[in-house]
């Protein structure tokens, strides 16, 4: 029930394509939805999140796609650049009252490479 | 840069040994987490500090401990070191009533 499952593992795609990648959970108590960036050698870095109450949420070339009755979420990069290419982590959460957000159950990742 | 300080960057030591990782959170931050990312297990949770008391634990090793001291700056404790303890060590804040979690640059362990 704490389990985040990404997909997929490693994706390839051209510059100026979409890149996409889904995220489903099972505990309906996550209530925090966060897509983290982590380049070699850096720590991971908040890129979007979203919350349950909203089905989308567009931050310029990045949108995260939730759907709720199907525990399902997803990230999609628009005009994919090589300097996007990184791997990208899902996570989910639940909010607690005067400590900040819970422990987050990340998904096991997706190495993205854009191609030039 | 998130504004979470984690030394030293790189640690090589023996099996057997102990370590101290150590983790200075965003200004203002009372929320401390330590995640241990490996290449086989992604990033696992291990424990949560919130103003000086542990909030939450995970799968942490006994042979592991944290604590999170007065100025908010915490230290994970890492003894009788085995080479599959080798691994990123990441630290993250996250501000009173917030969901947004600042992951630090990590500390490389490893162990030889």
């Known amino acids: 029930q704490q389990q985040v499952k990404q997909s997929p593992q490693s994706l390839i795609v051209q510059k100026g394509g979409i890149s996409i990648i889904n995220c489903a959970y099972e505990n309906t108590a996550f209530d925090y939805f966060p897509w983290y960036q982590q380049f070699p050698g850096k720590g991971p870095a908040l890129l979007i999140a979203?919350?349950?109450?909203?089905s989308e949420k567009k931050e310029g070339r990045f949108t995260i796609s939730f759907n709720k009755s199907a525990k399902q979420f997803s990230l999609h990069i628009m005009d994919s650049q090589p300097g996007d290419s990184a791997t990208y982590f899902c996570?989910?959460?639940?909010?607690?009252?005067?400590?900040?957000?819970?422990?987050?159950?990340f998904g096991t990742g997706t190495r993205l490479k854009v191609l030039a | 840069d998130s504004g979470v300080t984690q030394t030293p960057k790189h640690l090589i030591t023996a099996t057997g040994q102990r370590v101290t990782l150590r983790c200075s959170p965003r200004?203002?931050?009372?929320?401390v987490y330590w995640y241990q990312q490996s290449l086989d297990q992604g990033l696992q949770f291990l424990i949560q500090y919130y103003n000086g008391e542990e909030r939450a634990k995970g799968n942490i090793l006994e042979r592991f401990s944290a604590q999170q001291f007065p100025d908010l700056h915490s230290e994970l404790n890492l003894s009788s070191l085995e080479l599959g303890d080798s691994a990123l060590y990441f630290c993250a804040s996250s501000p009173i009533d917030s969901l947004e979690a600042f992951f630090g640059q990590g500390t490389r362990l490893t162990v030889v």
């Open positions: 979203i919350r349950p109450d909203v």
């Open positions: 200004s203002g931050d009372l929320s």
């Open positions: 996570a989910a959460s639940m909010s607690r009252r005067g400590s900040g957000t819970y422990k987050y159950i």
